[in-house]
Nanobody, 125 residues
Framework: QVQLVESGGGLVQAGGSLRLSCAAS????????MTWFRQAPGKEREFVAG????????YYADSVKGRFTISRDNAKNTVYLQMNSLKPEDTAVYYC??????????????????WGQGTQVTVSS
């Protein structure tokens, strides 16, 4: 089992920044692809950013490219999502997800077995 705990959400004005963290425990963190999803009220959960279990390639949704940065620190068992130039449409619950030895973090959310509880991000206009 992998346990994931997100933190760092909150209320911010448009144009502001937040950094989300997802701390993992239970298994070897470096064996897992790590991905951020988000879900806005009335909408389906969507991929935001992901990083495979190995390598330097990272992946982003078109809507966040150039504004968000995903990174991982295997020594701290933590994945981060730095969010800059936030927009009201970024308002959602953000979830961290993990999957064992996955090369494609853009896979569907149904393919992920491990999830955090979510953290609310609200961007005011």
């Amino acid at each position: 089992q992998v346990q994931l705990v997100e933190s760092g959400g909150g209320l911010v004005q448009a144009g502001g920044s937040l950094r989300l963290s997802c701390a993992a425990s239970g298994r070897t963190f470096s064996d897992y692809a790590m991905t951020w999803f988000r879900q806005a009220p009335g909408k389906e959960r969507e991929f935001v950013a992901g990083i495979p279990w190995r390598g330097s390639q990272v992946y982003y949704a078109d809507s966040v490219k150039g504004r968000f940065t995903i990174s991982r620190d295997n020594a701290k068992n933590t994945v981060y999502l730095q969010m800059n130039s936030l927009k009201p449409e970024d308002t959602a619950v953000y979830y961290c997800a993990a999957e064992y030895k996955t090369w494609d973090p853009t896979q569907a959310s149904s393919e992920y077995n491990y999830w955090g509880q979510g953290t609310q991000v609200t961007v005011s206009s």
